[in-house]
């Protein structure tokens, strides 16, 4: 399928906002993903956004979606070494037997400097 | 719940040997995924089920790769003969009802020399 994208890297102070961008390919997704992956582990899901939201915040985290530029993004407030991780973000992609795939961005790798 | 379940973790094999992956689902999942991630192409949806029956397989890359899930509780990636392209980490996920979360397994990194 056509690919979700994202930047590959970004670089951040501790303490500054991180914001990680992603432009989906799917008009017609139900749901927008954050997925977080720390060195050797599986994904776990930061956070994720109904396609009628444009914004979902979350301690932290806040994500901002805009449905018209098919655009997604991740601001993380007060960014700590320990957000140091690859983020991806996904689309889903429904199909008519149910169950949701997803397609996935080649993820943003983000460093916390101090 | 102990989460999504992988087996092995890691895998070594030769160039034309058979390789099997496990995956169990988190207990009441009625959705699993089989992703293959590569540092070339990212993570790549190879196939899934639902209810037990392949949805969509269009991901698997050739014959070579096959996918099963007997029952509910346990699914296997097989890939015969695996070839050193096939070097990757496998991951297996499950998913409740339609929507929501995906729950991601640990991985499976195979190496194919």
């Known amino acids: 399928g056509e690919d979700v994208e994202q930047s590959l890297f970004l670089s951040v102070r501790e303490g500054d906002s991180s914001v990680i961008n992603c432009t989906y390919t799917?008009?017609?997704?139900?749901?927008l993903y954050w997925y977080k992956q720390e060195p050797g582990a599986g994904l776990q899901l930061l956070t994720y956004?109904?396609?009628?939201?444009d914004m979902k915040q979350d301690q932290r985290l806040t994500v901002l979606l805009n449905k018209k530029d098919k655009h997604l993004s991740l601001r993380i407030a007060d960014t700590q070494t320990g957000d140091s991780a690859i983020y991806f973000c996904?689309?889903?992609?429904?199909?008519?037997?149910?169950?949701?795939?997803?397609?996935f961005g080649k993820g943003t790798s983000l460093l916390v400097t101090p | 719940d102990a989460g999504v379940i992988q087996s092995p973790r890691h895998e070594v094999t030769e160039m034309g040997q058979e390789v099997t992956l496990r995956c169990k689902p988190i207990?009441?999942?009625?959705?699993l995924f089989w992703y293959r991630q590569t540092m070339m192409r990212g993570l790549e949806l190879l196939i899934y089920?639902?209810?037990?029956?392949?949805?969509?397989d269009s991901g698997m890359p050739e014959d070579r790769f096959s996918a099963k899930m007997p029952n509910a509780s346990f699914s296997t990636l097989k890939i015969q003969p695996s070839e050193p392209r096939d070097s990757a980490v496998y991951f297996c996920?499950?998913?409740?009802?339609?929507?929501?979360?995906?729950?991601f397994g640990p991985g499976t990194r195979l190496t194919v020399t």
């Open positions: 956004i109904f396609s009628n939201m």
């Open positions: 996904a689309e889903s992609v429904s199909d008519s037997n149910s169950g949701y795939a997803l397609n």
């Open positions: 089920f639902n209810n037990n029956v392949p949805i969509d």
């Open positions: 207990s009441g999942h009625n959705s």
């Open positions: 996920a499950s998913m409740g009802d339609l929507g929501g979360e995906q729950y």
């Open positions: 799917d008009s017609s997704s139900t749901y």
